[in-house]
């Protein structure tokens, strides 16, 4: 009797315990609300574009949408804050709230409520993006093609007030390569951006700016020439080619003017270049270091002839002409000879060097040495050409370059406009 008083005692406390847990337990849980972000109308970029050109800067305060491509986000740090997209009607940079949320081949909706097209710089932009209520991505893995240009259309569009057809766009060069005076030269400066321009065989050149957070800022910029993909940036009327990758600048092939293996002649008079036209002559080297300016065909007397002065440059000056690369094992007895004139005396602003290990590429990473050579100077009159002299290159070994180098300033008043024609290499010993 005294054990089943303690059994039902027992099962009693236990089926007490048991009554308040079963009373809190339901079969079925309450969904959270899903919050659904509408689509509404759907624009696309040329449509933005059309607005902000109507209305300038537009806030929406409605229902709309844009569908786009990620063709560049902050994977490499190259910027912050910040993608550029693209559909089939134009691209357009996103300036958003927070960093990340979306890489190269997103496709993505962007819900326009709340944000703003304006522009930064005169670059267009849809700006207040809130990563998480603007943004919904749709698929990954979208690859965009690059659009082939070249860097005098990009120029010609922006000197024209026509940028807005290539503004924010992938684009891809064929063949270019960084300007000889940026050779030897990190993407970005330390602790500030890096401003280095690439140009084509022609000398168009084109500004390529590097934020010193990228991943490959301190990376050095190739040497050679080669296919070359970026964004076409912009900040006011400079356009700024932005690198998503140095895996897109494969500028691995032989440089503008490289020359091959080498000649055993030349004979340049400059009879074929265009006055006041940067010198072009295949295989030789026209090279701004400082300054814009670089050597330029000139006509006086019916001659034609190879100038370079800082008259009027309102800047600082230092521009090589280089030959065509010379095989000296290849002669028993390289001699060369030139002429030189100046006018209007200031300054000494004419070096005459040769090179052995220059790559054709890296000026300032090769050895120079100054030729015993005739230069027109102080005491000679304006205009009258001096014979140089025969000077003897059989010291040299190798494949050589003959370099003229001109050094003024139109800020410090150092202005001789100096000459050169005539240029000549034989081998005397034949």
């Not at 844009?66 to 940079?93: C, L, W």
């Not at 190879?306 to 600082?316: I, L, V």
Request: contains cysteine; aromatic residues 12%.
């Amino acid at each position: 009797m005294k054990k089943l008083i303690l059994f039902l005692v027992s099962v009693t406390l236990v089926s007490l315990f048991l009554i308040p847990l079963n009373s809190c337990v339901k079969k079925d849980f309450d969904s959270p609300p899903i919050g659904v972000i509408p689509i509404g109308e759907v624009l696309n970029i040329a449509d933005l574009r059309q607005i902000h050109a109507d209305s300038g800067a537009y806030k929406f305060t409605s229902d709309y949408s844009v569908y786009a491509t990620v063709v560049m986000g902050e994977s490499t740090g190259n910027i912050y804050k910040s993608a550029y997209v693209q559909d089939t009607s134009g691209a357009i940079n996103l300036y958003m709230k927070n960093s990340g949320g979306v890489i190269v081949g997103d496709y993505i909706r962007i819900y326009l409520k709340n944000c703003e097209v304006s522009e930064y710089g005169e670059l267009l932009q849809i700006a207040n993006v809130d990563n998480d209520s603007n943004i919904i991505i749709q698929s990954n893995g979208n690859f965009l093609t690059p659009r082939m240009v070249t860097i005098s259309e990009l120029n010609d569009a922006m000197e024209s007030g026509n940028f807005d057809e290539y503004e924010s766009q992938l684009i891809k060069f064929d063949s270019v390569e960084f300007s000889m005076g940026d050779l030897g030269k990190t993407y970005a400066d330390p602790d500030d951006y890096g401003e280095r321009f690439i140009e084509d065989c022609d000398f168009n050149s084109v500004m390529v700016r590097t934020s010193d957070y990228a991943s490959f800022a301190n990376d050095p910029i190739p040497e050679g020439k080669g296919p070359f993909v970026a964004i076409a940036g912009r900040y006011n009327n400079t356009i700024q080619l932005l690198v998503r990758s140095t895996y897109e600048v494969q500028l691995t092939g032989p440089r503008c003017g490289s020359g091959g293996s080498g000649v055993t002649s030349i004979d340049e008079d400059f009879s074929e270049q265009e006055n006041y036209t940067d010198i072009n002559v295949e295989g030789w080297l026209n090279v701004a270091m400082e300054g814009n300016r670089r050597w330029q065909g000139k006509t006086f007397n019916d001659d034609v002839y190879a100038q370079a002065t800082s008259f009027n440059s309102e800047e600082a000056n230092e521009c090589w002409m280089i030959t065509i690369g010379i095989d000296l094992d290849a002669m028993t007895t390289p001699m060369a000879n030139f002429e030189t004139a100046m006018a209007f005396w200031e300054h000494d602003g004419l070096a005459v060097l040769f090179s052995t290990d220059f790559n054709g590429a890296n000026i300032n990473g090769a050895t120079w040495t100054e030729l015993d050579c005739t230069i027109a100077g102080q005491n000679d009159p304006d205009h009258a050409w001096i014979p140089s002299g025969d000077i003897d290159l059989s010291g040299f070994s190798g494949k050589g370059f003959i370099a003229f180098k001109y050094v003024g300033s139109d800020l410090n008043g150092n202005t001789t406009s100096y000459r050169v024609d005539n240029v000549k290499v034989w081998d005397a010993g034949k």
